[in-house]
């Protein structure tokens, strides 16, 4: 596990730009593999009873998800890298570790705001973001 790594605002503001493109290619990547995931379920379904007419194309989309998979994991694994915490690939919720007056709190950032405007406690969440007054 890496050490935890304490943000200022400058710092997490310099890394929205590349963390908005990383997150938007992971949000690309989830819903392929979701749909690619759902169109193999709904293909092993129509070949249940007939295993050696399937197996070869299975084979080749369940490798091509399963490297999906490890791309995701890989771009998730370089995003948490920088410290900075993913709590929802969908809206794009980060948050960035902080300290407030000695206190440690959460740098809160959503995909599509221009800059990281807001914190919360550590066990607060989205719903208790506040300005960033410090």
Request: aromatic share 12%.
């Amino acid at each position: 596990m890496t050490a935890k790594r304490y943000f200022t605002v400058q710092e997490a503001n310099a890394l929205v730009p590349e963390l908005e493109s990383l997150l938007r290619e992971l949000q690309g990547m989830k819903r392929e593999i979701q749909r690619r995931h759902q169109q193999l379920q709904e293909a092993k379904l129509q070949f249940a009873g007939n295993v050696s007419a399937s197996g070869d194309a299975f084979f080749a989309e369940e490798a091509e998800l399963e490297f999906l998979l490890f791309s995701a994991n890989s771009l998730l694994g370089q995003i948490q890298g920088t410290g900075v915490e993913i709590k929802d690939i969908d809206t794009g919720l980060c948050d960035f570790y902080a300290l407030r007056g000695g206190e440690e709190v959460l740098l809160c950032w959503r995909l599509g705001e221009a800059e990281i405007r807001y914190w919360h406690g550590l066990y607060e969440g989205f719903i208790g973001r506040r300005p960033i007054d410090f």
